[in-house]
């Protein structure tokens, strides 16, 4: 904190997503109505399976993590970048740029572990699902989730310890529309190429541990599935991992192509694209990735709507 307290740059600006007057309100009339989405669908999902007991299932109960991490994921990002998209100044201060970078990653990497907790339900129901009832206890599913946000918490503080190293002096300007860590690393006037290692390591442990636990889940899901006579118990299984399989691909393309390469610049180009995919498109896909293929979710909606209108009669 010493070395913040010294540095030359007391804001900086987010120049990312720039371009005429028009594109800019274009632009946030897309988000917004993409955030009102998130926000409605995510917390819809939320309420959706409280009310309903019969969703009181460790399926849902992660669902319902994944809905309130996506939820805060996106109130990280979108509400400073629809600011900047209908101002000219687009300055974000130095201590609110370095608590987004940390809520970023925390979240993001919360997710990531989350996801793998989510692939072991399946791996479970499928291969024993004659022990599903121990396997999966409550006490289990709360330490799997305790476990994603521990981590998370963990990267995040290891990124602060890193950029608090780092001294910033000369351009305050980052060429991105929030503050991700290499575009602001790019910025200091200290030797970073240690810290980029280091950084560098974590996000690619965070990111192929993760990748690879849902990756063995999935192999032993696959073997499994195989060796099922019958074509609906096939089906059967395949539909009951195809939405997390599906939200897991999306999630983990992105950010392996934003992060895990090297000699990478940001730009308007493509790395930005994949970058409005994970922060501000996904959180609002993943509720309905996992709710319109859902017959569960479905006869949830419709009993908590049969009982709503029989109160109403009863009245």
Same mark, same amino acid.
């Given at each position: 904190?010493?070395?913040?307290?010294?540095?030359?740059?007391?804001?900086?600006?987010?120049?990312?997503?720039?371009?005429?007057?028009?594109?800019?309100?274009?632009?946030?009339?897309?988000?917004?109505?993409?955030?009102?989405?998130?926000?409605?669908?995510?917390?819809?999902?939320?309420?959706?399976?409280?009310?309903?007991?019969?969703?009181?299932?460790?399926?849902?109960?992660?669902?319902?993590?994944?809905?309130?991490?996506?939820?805060?994921?996106?109130?990280?990002?979108?509400?400073?970048? %629809?600011?900047?998209?209908?101002?000219?100044?687009?300055?974000?201060?130095?201590?609110?740029?370095?608590?987004?970078?940390?809520?970023?990653?925390?979240?993001?990497?919360?997710?990531?572990?989350?996801?793998?907790?989510?692939?072991?339900?399946?791996?479970?129901?499928?291969?024993?699902?004659?022990?599903?009832?121990?396997?999966?206890?409550?006490? %289990?599913?709360?330490?799997?989730?305790?476990?994603? !946000?521990?981590?998370?918490?963990?990267?995040?503080?290891?990124?602060?310890?890193?950029?608090?190293?780092?001294? @910033?002096?000369?351009?305050?300007?980052?060429?991105?529309?929030?503050?991700?860590?290499?575009?602001?690393?790019?910025?200091?006037?200290?030797?970073?190429?240690?810290?980029?290692?280091?950084?560098?390591?974590?996000?690619?442990?965070?990111?192929?541990?993760?990748?690879?636990?849902?990756?063995?889940? !999935?192999?032993?899901?696959?073997?499994?599935?195989?060796?099922?006579?019958?074509?609906?118990?096939?089906?059967?299984?395949?539909?009951?991992?195809?939405?997390?399989?599906?939200?897991?691909?999306? @999630?983990?393309?992105?950010?392996?192509?934003?992060?895990?390469?090297?000699?990478?610049? !940001?730009?308007?180009?493509?790395?930005?694209?994949?970058?409005?995919?994970?922060?501000?498109?996904?959180?609002?896909?993943?509720?309905?990735? !996992?709710?319109?293929?859902?017959?569960?979710?479905?006869?949830?909606?419709?009993?908590?709507?049969?009982?709503?209108?029989?109160?109403?009669?009863?009245?």
């Amino acid at each position: 904190m010493s070395r913040w307290n010294n540095t030359n740059v007391p804001d900086f600006i987010l120049m990312g997503l720039t371009g005429s007057g028009e594109i800019r309100v274009v632009l946030f009339m897309l988000f917004l109505l993409i955030y009102l989405v998130t926000v409605l669908g995510n917390v819809g999902k939320i309420l959706l399976i409280c009310l309903d007991h019969q969703l009181h299932t460790p399926m849902y109960f992660f669902l319902t993590q994944l809905s309130l991490l996506d939820l805060s994921y996106s109130t990280v990002i979108t509400p400073k970048t %629809l600011e900047n998209l209908l101002t000219s100044t687009k300055n974000i201060s130095f201590m609110g740029c370095f608590a987004q970078m940390y809520f970023f990653v925390f979240l993001g990497a919360a997710e990531c572990f989350l996801l793998s907790s989510m692939a072991y339900d399946p791996y479970v129901a499928i291969c024993h699902p004659l022990y599903y009832p121990v396997f999966m206890s409550t006490r %289990l599913c709360c330490a799997l989730l305790f476990g994603s !946000y521990l981590i998370g918490f963990m990267d995040s503080s290891v990124n602060l310890l890193c950029m608090s190293r780092l001294h @910033f002096c000369d351009s305050n300007v980052i060429h991105h529309f929030f503050c991700d860590i290499p575009p602001v690393l790019s910025l200091s006037c200290t030797d970073i190429y240690d810290t980029q290692i280091l950084l560098f390591i974590f996000a690619g442990c965070t990111l192929m541990v993760s990748l690879i636990t849902i990756s063995v889940s !999935y192999v032993s899901i696959l073997y499994t599935i195989l060796k099922i006579n019958s074509t609906s118990g096939k089906q059967k299984a395949f539909s009951t991992c195809a939405s997390h399989l599906l939200g897991v691909t999306i @999630f983990y393309g992105t950010l392996i192509f934003t992060y895990l390469k090297p000699n990478k610049s !940001y730009s308007l180009g493509k790395d930005q694209v994949a970058s409005v995919l994970y922060t501000i498109v996904i959180p609002m896909l993943n509720p309905l990735i !996992y709710s319109l293929r859902n017959k569960e979710v479905k006869n949830a909606l419709i009993r908590i709507i049969q009982k709503r209108e029989g109160s109403r009669q009863l009245k």
